[in-house]
């Protein structure tokens, strides 16, 4: 059974550019979150989705934005890329709430110059 | 007040001895617990998950919760040097989203 995947994997963009990250989840899954993960502050819970919905969302700018499309694959969009959003963006999907078991992706490590 | 604490580390154990490592939450709702191992450049990886007081053992992993006192730990016996990494504990608070310590890095000395 194929798990979480997430592309691209490493990418590098410069201050004011956009990025687009992509996460399709394990088949069956219908729930995706994602997170952003920095050595300072560690797991930070960006938004979830579900059926296409957002169900939760963290405290992060308008900047980051998300979708999830009818396949249950996920997007997550930064616009306006600051220093600070250098980071791991890890995908993470899960069967079922409110007991689902995250199972994370490799992760996109976005770096901003 | 963070929802997720956990003693960040390092912690060293040698070889073959049991590391604690313990994480304390805020939300006396929470109903799912779950500790996730991190290898240095890698995801997060789910090792054990727990939802009753009492413990839960899964190999050389038994994980413990006491949710009167809003504590869980994770206990890794006879360790290995394969077992170094960080470890996350993980608490869902009702149908919210998972939240999660900064982690704790443990080192096993051959």
């Known amino acids: 059974k194929a798990g979480v995947t997430q592309t691209p994997r490493y990418l590098i963009k410069t201050r004011g550019q956009q990025v687009t990250l992509s996460c399709s989840p394990i088949?069956?899954?219908?729930?995706v979150s994602w997170y952003q993960q920095t050595p300072g502050q560690g797991l930070q819970f960006l938004f979830e989705?579900?059926?296409?919905?957002?169900?939760n969302k963290g405290n992060f700018p308008g900047r980051f934005s998300g979708r999830q499309f009818s396949n249950s694959r996920s997007e997550m969009n930064v616009s306006t890329l600051e220093l600070g959003d250098s980071a791991l963006y890890l995908c993470a999907s899960t069967i079922r709430k409110p007991t689902g078991e995250l199972f994370f992706g490799e992760g996109s490590r976005l770096t901003v110059l | 007040q963070k929802e997720v604490e956990q003693n960040s580390g390092p912690l060293s154990v040698p070889e073959g001895a049991i590391a604690s490592l313990n994480c304390t939450y805020s939300d006396r709702g929470s109903q799912s617990f779950f500790w996730y191992r991190q290898y240095s450049g890698k995801s997060p990886e789910l090792i054990m998950s727990i939802y009753s007081n009492g413990d839960k053992e899964d190999g050389r992993f038994t994980a413990q919760l006491n949710k009167a006192s809003q504590y869980v730990s994770l206990l890794i016996r006879d360790s290995q040097p394969s077992d170094s990494a960080t470890y996350l504990c993980?608490?869902?608070?009702?149908?919210?989203?998972?939240?999660f310590g900064t982690g704790t890095r443990l080192t096993v000395i051959p």
């Open positions: 993980a608490v869902r608070p009702g149908a919210n989203n998972l939240f």
């Open positions: 989705y579900f059926s296409e919905t957002q169900r």
């Open positions: 088949s069956g899954h219908r729930s």
